[in-house]
């Protein structure tokens, strides 16, 4: 049981929907794990599922060796778990050295008594982004790119073991999906077990170790790279092969 | 409407940790201050008109300190600060009623109970949000008006008087004693209105009124942080109404939950500026005494509408409050920044 996240049987209903259906996934210490799959498959509700904004119906879920289910979102992320939002949700009345200093206050030096910098800690993140030049700056001057960093910069901050990346890339260009890609395989570097959804393909193939592929609330495919995008299901139901 | 405000909000940093010793001996002077000059009032002034007005005045900076917390900070747009203020009053007159008990006590107590509606309210704020809540707080200041109306205990709809007592020793008139009562709850209530926009809380509440779902995943306990602002914020609202029974020797329901005391509230920090403590403070102090003033010049009447007329003209020129104006003039610099600086010091 070396799993630092295990999915047992995890299924999720809205109304009549069936959004996810008997998922179980296991993902390792250090593993940087792919999750595809078309719009509307369940990717974003089982991420949900996993950091708590959704409560999943059945199964379980494993974090460390401790179920999760009952634990609100904070406690998961005070245990290690933290994403970044598809839509960037900066806190956009704070500065992004303000932004950071959210979690650092909460999370990473909670009930800690002494007065730790935490404004020089959360530049430190901010420049290791690459977002040095607008650390002061107000949020709403950000561009798309930038927030996509200040939403990873800001998980950072809590000093995560897994970090769930929802669609970090969507609308950037090629350039910048480089960018954001060269900042996960860093982040990856340094031991943190990272999850990263995407459509772009070119990205989850440079990036995964691992794959998996959902539809319609299921898991259908589960592979290397490679193998996944020749698997037949996956080109049925993603690829439009 | 706390959809517009928070959009609006400019984002200061707040004081760094370096820099704050020495606001606060600042604050510290400036709350012994007030409360020498108020002193300095009561032994010089024979008129009790004067302790009279202010003590509403100051009834407000309560208020208003007190909405803040939970809609200026939370961005929980409250309505329903009536009910709060009433519940104090009607705390207290339980208290006289049942106990005959001194004025700390009741003031205590009314808190005690309108910190527990907080509560309530607060646990409303779990389902409800934006101008669902708000409308919630509507209703809440609805049905208690409707269950103390329908109290005999409590006078029902005629009311009950109040003799007063005898005022306490240093205190020549009870006028003189409820405005030294008073002023003592309004520096408590801008202190820890100001502790909390300082401290971690704020940091969290504010984090919560940008977007309360990223609040939760960076590791903000959302529920507790805004339970902690609906407690605080009644609590002070409580004790607010609870010297009202003995101010007006009279306590009736339709008057007590007034509809003004909620459209003060929030107006007073709309007016000074919601994003941090001295703007409720700058409002009340402001709108209250235009308030007073035009009551006694013109007509009680005509006060109301001046609140409306300043909300609405405020809303859309200023959105961020007369602080948010003073900011704009320092951020443009040079001389007019001077001018930005030198008015906000007046204030």
Redesign the interface.
């Known amino acids: 049981m070396s799993a630092l996240l295990s999915i047992a049987s995890v299924s999720k209903h809205f109304g009549g929907f069936t959004a996810l259906s008997n998922v179980s996934l296991e993902v390792a210490q250090g593993e940087r794990l792919g999750l595809i799959g078309p719009n509307g498959s369940g990717k974003t509700t089982l991420i949900n599922c996993v ?3 959704l409560k999943n119906d059945a199964g379980t879920i494993t974090f460390k060796n401790e179920n999760l289910n009952g634990l ?3 406690q998961r ?2 245990r290690g778990i ?2 970044s ?1 598809q839509i960037p ?7 992004p ?2 932004n950071l ?3 650092l ?3 990473t030096y ?1 009930g800690v008594a002494h ?1 730790h910098d935490i ?1 020089g800690e959360a530049e430190a993140i901010l420049q290791d982004m690459g977002l040095g030049d607008k650390m ?1 700056a ?2 709403a001057g950000l561009s798309q790119v930038e927030l996509r960093k200040l939403e990873l910069a ?2 950072m ?2 000093r995560p073991a897994l970090l769930i990346s929802d669609e970090a890339m969507a609308g950037l260009s090629h350039g910048e999906v480089d960018e954001v890609l060269a900042i996960l395989f860093k982040l990856s570097g340094t031991g943190i077990t990272i999850i990263m959804i995407e459509h772009i393909m070119h990205a989850i193939m440079r990036f995964s170790e691992r794959v998996v592929c959902l539809d319609a609330g299921q898991l259908i495919a589960e592979g290397v790279p490679t193998e996944i995008v020749k698997n037949p299901e996956v080109q049925r139901a993603y690829l439009g092969a | 409407m706390s959809g517009k405000m ?2 609006k ?3 200061n ?2 004081a ?2 370096g820099s704050m010793g020495g606001n606060n001996r600042i604050f510290v002077i400036g709350c012994v201050g007030v409360l020498l000059a108020a002193i300095a009032l009561m032994a010089g002034v024979k008129i009790d008109y004067v302790f009279n007005a202010s003590f509403v005045v100051l009834q407000f900076v309560v208020l208003a300190s007190a909405w803040n917390i939970l809609g200026g900070y939370a961005g929980y747009v409250n309505f329903g600060t009536s009910a709060f203020f009433a519940m104090g009053g009607y705390s207290a007159l339980f208290m006289i009623k049942a106990f005959n008990a001194p004025l700390l006590v009741q003031i205590l107590v009314a808190a005690c109970v309108a910190g527990l509606l907080g509560l309530g309210v607060g646990l409303i704020s779990l389902r409800l949000r934006g101008i669902f809540f708000s409308i919630a707080t509507v209703a809440v200041a609805i049905i208690l008006e409707t269950v103390i109306l329908n109290t005999e205990y409590f006078g029902g709809a005629k009311g009950l008087q109040m003799m007063r007592p005898e005022p306490m020793a240093p205190f020549e008139s009870y006028d003189k004693m409820l405005f030294f009562v008073m002023i003592l709850m309004a520096i408590t209530a801008v202190a820890i209105s100001r502790y909390i926009e300082r401290s ?1 809380i704020g ?2 509440l ?2 919560i ?3 309360e ?11 507790k942080l805004k339970l902690i602002a609906t407690v605080v914020s009644g609590a002070l609202m409580g004790a607010a109404g609870a010297p009202l029974v003995m101010y007006m020797r009279f306590i009736e329901p339709v008057s007590a939950f007034s509809l003004n005391y909620s459209v003060s509230a929030l107006a007073m920090p709309i007016i000074g500026g919601t ?1 941090s403590w001295i703007g409720p403070v700058i409002g009340a102090l402001l709108l209250g005494s235009v308030q007073q003033i035009v009551t006694v010049t013109i007509s009680s009447e005509l006060n109301v509408l001046i609140v409306g007329v300043l909300l609405v003209f405020f809303v859309v020129v200023a959105p961020d409050g007369i602080l948010g104006l003073v900011r704009k003039l320092r951020a443009k610099g040079g001389t007019s920044g001077a001018a930005g600086s030198a008015k906000g010091g007046a204030k």
């Open positions: 950091s708590g904004a609100a979102p904070h992320t005070r933290a994403r939002f949700r900066p806190f956009h009345s704070m500065t050295v303000e200093a959210v979690p206050e909460y999370v909670r007065k404004k002061h107000s949020c800001r998980a901050a809590a | 928070s959009g909000m400019s984002g940093m707040n760094s940790a971690w940091r969290g504010r984090a009124k940008d977007n779902e990223a609040a939760e995943c960076v590791g903000v306990p959302t529920l994003s």
